[in-house]
């Protein structure tokens, strides 16, 4: 005979299968004693007073009454935002023993973060980047950190390709060639040696005024005539040209007059004209021309876009690098004889570099390569991974003998940057 299944009936009379489940007996909880308030006294807290080392009371007294009073300032920085009175526990942490195992104690900082060092030496401090790359200092002159170059207003040198030994022997020759000459036709009282003489030497001379008038000019339709290469097909270490939009870095200039921001590269340069007598305006013035007193002159890294490829470098112009801008500068204050009147913003510029102002004729100009201009960048070009960059050539950029407009080798150092368009020009919003 089989044996019969077991059921049993639920509650909503519903017959199942099984025998009924028995209830488990539950375990007597234990009753939680309440935590009494210590006020913030380490002493009182249990656990937290053991982590320090500090005797901790077993029967701690529960304040029947808490009378706020007004703390000190020191007691606000280390207890929060509670004010409490003396009596009350609150306060900074107790110093402990020198001989326990663990470092030493850190201040609380007022935001809740531990640091280490004093509070006094984050309190001037601003939120940002740690080594700000530019600030404005109380003069109301701007001052640009490492990051960002800082050119004179002679840096950009240029000169022939010729060493000094051998022009020093070309000018004796010139001298001694002069001088037997001159003893020549004196002594055999033939002038035909002195017109040979001078027919060999006045051309030479021509053509060295020549050089150092032109000389300039003569560099700049060079790197016009320069073509322009393709980024996506230049290897590394090649030397080439790229003309293209410039997009600002990390850090944009802002120039020192017109306050034109969001631009890669700055110039300002006050000029002073030197008559018969006056002061001059640096250690080169000579009389009768003009000298440059103040210079700011500023270029950081930034940005090129390719016309050709449409690829984009990283120009690494910043951190000192050799720059030889050539942009032309416009004149924004003309000070003459007959004009004598100064705005306010030239006045306030001229006092906020210490620069007088008297009666002197002076001409401030400014120039600068704002974001979305079209820029030609000559250069060296490397590759790290997927970043294209353009740094400085190591070796001086030579122009060779340009023949036809006879003018000698010409040579310029570091980055060239050019720029063709007009500051007034529409530049390309990016």
Known sequence: MGSRIPSHQLSNGLYVSGRPEQLKERQPSTASRAVPYTGGDVKKS??????????????????????????????????GSLRSGPNSGSGPIPKRASGSGSGPMVALQPTGLITSGQLGLSAGRRSGQLDPSASVISTGKTVYGSSVTTLGYDDVRLGFRVSRKLMWVLLVMVVMGLMVGAFLTVALKKPVIMVAAAAVLVPAMIIILWNCTWKKRGLLAYLRKYPNAELRGAIDGEFVKVTGIVTCGSIPLESSFQKVSRCVYVSTELYEYKGWGGASANAKHRCFSWGCSNSEKYVGDFYISDFQSGLRALVKAGYGAKVAPFVKETTVVDITKQNRELSPNFLSWLADRSLSSDDRVMR???GYIK??????????VRRHDNVVMIVPPTEPMSTGCQWACGLLPTYVEGLVLTCDESQNADVIPV
């Open 46 to 79: 249990g656990e937290l007073g053991k982590m320090f080392d500090i005797q901790v009371s077993d029967h701690p007294q529960v304040p029947s009454l808490l009378k706020p009073h007004r703390a000190s300032s020191s007691s606000q920085l280390t207890s």
């Open 364 to 366: 401030l100009k400014e």
């Open 371 to 380: 974001e979305g201009s079209t820029v030609s960048v000559m250069g060296v």
